[in-house]
Nanobody, 124 residues
Framework: QVQLVESGGGLVQAGESLRLSCAASGRPLQGYAMAWFRQAPGKEREFVAGSSWNGAMTYYADSAKGRFTVSRDISENTVYLQMNVLNPDDTAVYYC?????????????????WGQGTQVTISS
């Protein structure tokens, strides 16, 4: 079993930044892709950013490109999401997920383990 715990969410103003962290425990995640998803009220959970098993390849949703950066510290079993120039459309619960495979997928069903989520709220 894998436990994922997110932290770093909060309330900030538009234009500001946040850094989310996801700490994994239970077993090493080396070899598996890690990703961030988000879910706004009344909307489906959507892919935000992902990192391949070794961090060499990263992928972003169009809405995140140029503003968000995903990274992982394999030795610490932790993945991060640096979010800059936030806007109210980024308001959502952000989830960390550990994949079933080594490469990144944008599909919810391709992730086996999920954190409890952390709320990110951006005021205008």
């Amino acid at each position: 079993q894998v436990q994922l715990v997110e932290s770093g969410g909060g309330l900030v103003q538009a234009g500001e930044s946040l850094r989310l962290s996801c700490a994994a425990s239970g077993r090493p995640l080396q070899g598996y892709a890690m990703a961030w998803f988000r879910q706004a009220p009344g909307k489906e959970r959507e892919f935000v950013a992902g990192s391949s098993w070794n961090g060499a390849m990263t992928y972003y949703a169009d809405s995140a490109k140029g503003r968000f950066t995903v990274s992982r510290d394999i030795s610490e079993n932790t993945v991060y999401l640096q979010m800059n120039v936030l806007n109210p459309d980024d308001t959502a619960v952000y989830y960390c997920a550990a994949g079933r495979y080594s490469s990144v997928s944008r599909l919810v069903d391709d992730y086996a383990y999920w954190g409890q989520g952390t709320q990110v709220t951006i005021s205008s």
